[in-house]
């Protein structure tokens, strides 16, 4: 194998780890934002839930005041009845007071239905909050668990190119601006081995002049194909 090999294998291998590091890192705002996502629409389900449960306490109120006041008219039917001294005028007011209190009593229907439908909504609240604190837990245990993830892959990653800098300055120059010049185009792997008589990249077959030189120690070997740098794996 020829002598900066070695070197330009590590440094490859540098290079990858740096681009795994980096795509570990842009994956963490997306962590993020489901996180948060989570949170937010336990959240949002509680609120939706408390609504519901306000609307109807309103309702039921609204519907408690009519009540009263169709029991005031009752009242005052009722005091107008004794009073009146025409029968017309007497079965007038009956007919008033049989329809008052068929409303009094549908309303009044309605208002037990209304509480019986509370009941289950305050339920619902309750499960929903419990959902709500629990979702917001786990939320600061995942928000936790992701700073120290982004702490430690950009330490690895600082590390990384610290060391990727101390190889390329011992890696020959014409070799450095070849392989960096393979992974600006792209390539996955720029320095590959043999594999059976053939690249390890591109996987075309080599000719006997290539194999023999990637044998060698004397000089560098490329593939006619794809020009990635070859060697012979011991």
């Known amino acids: 194998m020829h002598p900066d090999l070695p070197l330009l294998i590590e440094l490859q291998e540098l290079d990858q780890k740096i681009v795994r ?10 962590a993020k934002r ?25 309702l039921r109120r609204q519907m408690e005041g009519e009540i009263e006041e169709l029991r005031r008219r009752l009242t005052r039917y009722q005091a107008q009845q004794m009073q009146a001294r025409k029968n017309e005028e ?22 037990l ?3 019986e439908k509370a009941d289950d909504l305050q339920i619902g609240v309750k499960r929903e909050e419990r ?29 990384a190119e610290e060391e990727r800098e101390r190889k390329k300055r011992v890696v020959e120059t014409t070799l450095l601006a070849r392989y960096q010049m393979l992974v600006q185009g ?26 023999l030189r990637a044998g060698a120690a004397a000089e560098l070997a490329f593939c006619e194909n794809c020009g990635r740098i070859l060697f012979v794996a011991g």
């Not at 948060?36 to 306000?54: C, I, T, V, W, Y």
């Not at 329809?99 to 009044?108: A, D, P, S």
């Not at 709500?132 to 690895?156: C, F, N, P």
């Open 90 to 111: 007497y079965q007038a007011l009956s007919h008033e007071i049989l329809q008052v209190k068929g409303e009094v009593e549908r309303e009044e229907d309605e208002v």
């Open 186 to 211: 792209h390539r996955e792997n720029a320095v590959v081995p043999v594999v059976h008589g053939g690249c390890g990249g591109c996987h075309m077959k080599l000719t006997r002049q290539t194999l």
């Open 21 to 30: 590091l980096r795509s570990e890192l842009a994956q963490l705002p997306v």
């Open 34 to 58: 489901r996180v948060e996502a989570a949170s937010e629409e336990a959240k949002r389900k509680l609120q939706e839930a408390k609504q519901a449960q306000q609307s109807t306490e309103l």
């Open 113 to 115: 239905l209304l509480l």
């Open 131 to 159: 959902k709500a604190e629990e979702a917001e837990e786990d939320a600061r245990r995942k928000r936790k668990e992701l700073a120290e993830k982004e702490s430690r892959l950009m330490s690895q990653l600082a590390q």
